[in-house]
């Protein structure tokens, strides 16, 4: 008997000591590191100003330190003028990308909209058909505001059919190219000499990688990788001088030759390195992006990620350049960059639309605004007079971005299915970099899923 | 006095009796009731049955939230039917049920087995295996993205020590699902204490005469602890199913909401979702959400018919 007790006592000691082991491992074994925000005292909700004429609501999607800039920025428009108060409700969007934001969508069908609400510049299309936003055009055209105010890409993404529905306040210049130099050196490369074109991203990568068994320890590029699998495909897709969608005819175009061509690089890329889902570069914690780990030798990265490894691994030797190419299809380094960001609209059924119009317009469009939002938040304007510019242009981490911002053309296919077009790419892409299709088939699929899904839309909106 | 007219006689008897045995204090206090109730039952009828219904008429039309629903009969159910991605969420959910379910009793029931032993530091035990199931779902799945990363996560290391190189986990089509399935049974605290209660609820005079039978630990419990606890198996086997059904959290937090890679853990519950909030087909998403109701009322059935009557309840 007592044998028997001593034996059971043990097991289930063994088994309470695997648990608690377990939980020290999680604790000890991951680093949650570097990159943690700093502590701020700012809240992601904020009550209006006391004692003003008009209060209007602004939905913001972003919690941490974005989202405390959001309020801080509404604080500096109170400041700025007597009459109008801003409550700040932290709405947050889920999915990659934001693509979902429950809280709004279920604001506007219970009638009760905010004011402002923010969106991803291409779904607007689908917004403006399903009847949530509100046309902008006048008073873009009372402000004095035009073509010229904004760059490019910006100007295209924030009109649809001839009308402008958007303040884009956020330009995220996607992206600027950065190399580890460190790495470079390891590999027997010359650390201050970037690849130009893609055919000289293989032929770096080829000594760059290395592998522990089957497992990938450090790698030259994850291409299939720049921020998911959608925009992993309009980056390099771009960067082969591929088309996404063709405005004219209305049909979005995922098959275009050297889309196929971008998916099909991607993919052999893949393959030389033992497979997708044998890269173990990612970093120990969720903070950082991988590139940080030092194990990546090249990587497009986004603003918030290149700033958090410049100050939390402040011994990393990055450069910075243009994305690379692939003739004949692009001409010249940075072919392939798009910018993205953030917008912010007026909700059809808002109840301020004056007052939230002037919060748009400062934040978005003036030079006291821009200035306002690039202080709390941080993000580059979309309006190209903005004086701020200069800061940004002389600013040590910013500076790529900055070149980024008025070099680029592309934008995502603004197109009144994008979020289903989005998902259908990372779905489809996904199973080609896995092996389970070919690049020709997945981006086939694509076309036919979305064309088939857009027509429906289209009959549904028209009913 | 035909005989036809006697039951209803009868009956009448009955009525007149039970209005007369009411008295006023006990309609007060049946009146009182209703109203003490009448938030539960009115935030029941209108935020549960009222959405419930619905969504049954929504399945039928077009609805997208934003504008006014167009009437489509049953096509959105046949849209169903050729939409592949239905189908392979359809089978990713059953993948998952077939595996996590029976897995999940199988540990609970191990753990039970173990709690129930007479050992010192008892209540501390209990404690411990009980806590994954009181973190609240998006922290432990966030925890869990650590634990399965491929390079410093603990299931990683822990396969390097015996020479096994893990996979990338949530990165790869193979195990992408089985990581999911892994995450649910460190959660399997809940059933842990049902079961264990079920244990503590077998008579232990039933267990001494069998040992004086000579029947061994196995013997006991395959004769003995497990008729009495099958109808809290039973209970989890249906809560399992119909839960499995409505997985969403972790997949959802660990794959970022893309059911992803390859789509090889897109759920039912995470496509519905996908359509509701992010494609604006709420009339379609309604169909998922009533056909899924359908598949889970039929298995539900099946369970009963084929398990039910294998159930003892105590001699009841």
Redesign the interface.
Known sequence: MPAA?IS??R???A??GL??G?MG??NG???FTKGTPPITDVGLDKKPAPGRKTNIEVYSVWGGTVGAGMVKLAALFEKAQPDIGVRVVYAPA???GG??Q?KL??A??GDNPPDVGQLVPAQAP?WVE???MTDLTDRYRAAGLGKDDFFAPIWDGIQYKDRVWQMQWDADPNFPFFWNKQLFEDSGLDPDKPPRTLDEVDEYSAKILKK????V?KIGMIPWDSYG?SNSLFTWGFGFGAEFYDQEREEVTPDHEYSVKALEWIVKYARSVGG???????????QLHPFSTGNIGMSPLVAPNYRDIKTNVKDMKIGATLLPFEPPGAKAPGAGAWIGGWGMFIPATARHKDEAWEFMRWAGATDEGTKAQWDTIGFPPGYRKASVLSEIRDDPVMAPFYDVLTTATNIRPPVP?A??YF?QL??QI??AV?G?STPLQALRTVKKNVMG?WDRFRK??Q? | MTATSAPSTRAGTRSSTRRSARTPQQRRNFFWGLVFTSPAIIGLLWFTAYPVLVSLYYSFT?A????PA?WLGLGNYESLGSDSAFWNSLGNTLYYIVVSVPLGIAVALF?AI??N????GQS??RV??YLPAIVPLVASA??W???F??????L??VLGWFGI?G??WL???E?AMPALIIFSTWGAGNLMIILLAGLQDVPQDLHDQAKVDGAGVFRRFRHVSLPFLSPHLLFALVTGLIAGFQFFTPV?VLT????????KT?VSGLYLY?NA????KVGYASAIAWVLFIIVGLGTALVFRLVGRRVYYGGA
């Open positions: 007790r059971r006592r097991a289930i000691q088994l309470g648990g608690l377990a491992l999680l074994g991951c680093t889920g999915m990659g693509a979902v429950q969508f279920t506007i069908a689908q399903l009847g949530i522990s068994g089957a497992n320890t699998y997708a889902d044998r890269v173990t570069v990612t970093p120990p914690g969720l299915v979020d289903f998902t990372d779905e996904s199973n896995l389970l899904e549904e909106v009913a | 077009s997208t939230m934003m504008k167009e753990l173990l709690l032993l007479n050992v010192r501390i035990y411990i295996f966030v925890v993205l650590y634990v990363n491929p390079q410093y996560g603990v990683n290391t190189t996979p990338g990165a790869s089509p195990w959802f970022n909401g893309t059911g992803g890679p390859a789509g897109l996908q909030f992010q494609f604006f």
